[in-house]
């Protein structure tokens, strides 16, 4: 069931309810007092009869019924009866016998007084009345004709009038929750909209403020983690198509020089060590570019846990020293640290050593005396650390580029690089929820400068 119509039935339902339930409230009310103004009536009949039957001696049996009947109509069909104290009928004007007046009804009006009964249409009122000593009953009785018909209208003028409620409530319910859900069916028409072609384009917001605004938020929020990582693969594919065909082409290249004809053993060892070069270079740019379609698009680090910023620095220090033993990386401290404390991080050691790994190569590889100055500090709620250089600096037209995909300055176009390390770093470092900045002169030597959030 559409979630239109489910609200209009659930409005209706509401509604139909309070309306019903007031309508009751107003026919039981006024079926009440119906009823009571009526019994009024034959109580104010029945002892207004006694009194002059019994109070007046001018008037007896005779005369009091031929006044009766020449006033008859205060009442419909009205009929009155009266017993004295031994139960002897002494009064009756029920010419037609309509009303049955038993031994155990005048026994019961004696008992309680008063005594509300009905005998087919008739509605019956007794009534026990004490005059100079002794006790008659009076048994008044009457249809009432004009009461049941006011009832019986206002009863349909009810029903009418709860059955146009009703009909005009379902229509309005139905355009009240069609113009209540249309912001969420326009957004279902814009998210349909949306393919692959078109991944740039966003839902509307509306007000920004209620539900259906959230729920576009939502909607542009994960549209966004998904054009991210469409582009992520994207520019994964086309990058790695381009990285490594270049070293594959070489490595082909020199195989099929080789095979070209006979050579000696110095030969083929020199072209197996060639090869061999060729493979870790091209080892390095595929583990580059995973490493750069790992973080490209991901909005959650998984998994996170504490982390000595210094030690890390020392173990990846330790690692480039390995694998580069002519490198010189110093790690030094500043004043700025009060106690080991404040160098505690939450964040991923493998992709935080991945990122201090490549900016301690960038300083040394680019530096004449192959050096890089790492400095660990403290400012505000930040870890900040320096990777400082004296290479041969960055050109003020690259520096707005140089953390792009395969991006490389004008000045080192000649020295090995893929162009993947500072984009790979900038990815990790703001995935953490830090900053990277730079600063550099040429042929003085650059600055990178990590800021890590201490949570």
């Not at 109580?43 to 020449?70: F, G, M, R, S, W």
Request: aromatic fraction near 8%; proline fraction near 2%.
């Amino acid at each position: 069931m559409q979630i239109r119509n489910k609200l209009t039935y659930q409005f209706v339902g509401i509604v139909a309810s309070v309306l019903l339930l007031a309508t009751l409230t107003i026919f039981v009310l006024f079926a009440e007092f119906r009823e009571r103004d009526f019994y009024i009536r034959l109580n104010e009949k029945a002892i207004a009869t006694a009194k002059l039957l019994v109070d007046e001696n001018d008037v007896d049996a005779a005369l009091l019924k031929l006044i009766d009947k020449n006033l008859r109509g205060v009442l419909p069909q009205e009929k009155v009866i009266i017993f004295d104290s031994s139960g002897k009928e002494i009064y009756n004007t029920d010419d037609e016998k309509k009303i049955k007046v038993s031994k155990e009804l005048i026994t019961s009006i004696r008992l309680q007084k008063e005594v509300h009964l009905k005998q087919n249409d008739f509605e019956m009122l007794g009534l026990s009345y004490n005059y100079n000593n002794n006790n008659y009953i009076i048994v008044a009785a009457a249809i009432d004709i004009y009461g049941l018909r006011k009832l019986k209208f206002l009863s349909i003028v009810l029903l009418v009038v709860f059955l146009i409620s009703i009909a005009a409530v379902y229509f309005s319910g139905w355009i009240y929750s069609g113009r209540a859900l249309e912001p969420i069916s326009k957004v279902v028409r814009e998210v349909d909209s949306i393919s692959v072609n078109n991944l740039n384009a966003r839902v509307g917001e509306g007000n920004g403020q209620d539900e259906i605004a959230l729920l576009a938020k939502t909607f542009n929020k994960m549209l966004e983690r998904i054009e991210a990582a469409f582009n992520a693969q994207r520019a994964f594919v086309g990058n790695a198509s381009h990285e490594l065909r270049n070293p594959l082409s070489v490595i082909r290249g020199q195989l099929e020089v080789a095979l070209m004809k006979p050579r000696d053993k110095k030969e083929y060892i020199e072209t197996l060590e060639s090869l061999l070069e060729d493979i870790k270079h091209l080892t390095i740019i595929s583990n580059r570019l995973l490493s750069l379609a790992q973080v490209s698009g991901v909005g959650l680090i998984d998994p996170k846990n504490e982390i000595r910023i210094d030690e890390l620095l020392l173990e990846t220090r330790e690692e480039l020293l390995q694998s580069t033993p002519e490198y010189n990386i110093n790690i030094s401290f500043e004043t700025s640290i009060e106690n080991d404390d404040s160098l505690l991080f939450q964040g991923n050691e493998r992709l935080l050593k991945i990122a201090f790994f490549n900016l301690m190569e960038n300083g040394c590889k680019y530096s004449p005396d192959h050096s890089c100055l790492v400095d660990i500090g403290a400012e505000k709620e930040n870890i900040v650390i320096r990777f400082s250089d004296k290479g041969v600096g960055i050109p003020a037209d690259d520096l707005k580029n140089i953390f792009e995909p395969f991006y490389r300055g004008k000045n080192v176009i000649d020295r090995k690089g893929h162009g993947i390390g500072l984009s790979l770093v900038d990815k990790i470092v703001r995935l953490h929820g830090g900053s990277i900045a730079v600063d550099s002169t040429v042929k003085k030597g650059s600055v990178f400068t990590v800021k890590l959030p201490v949570t």
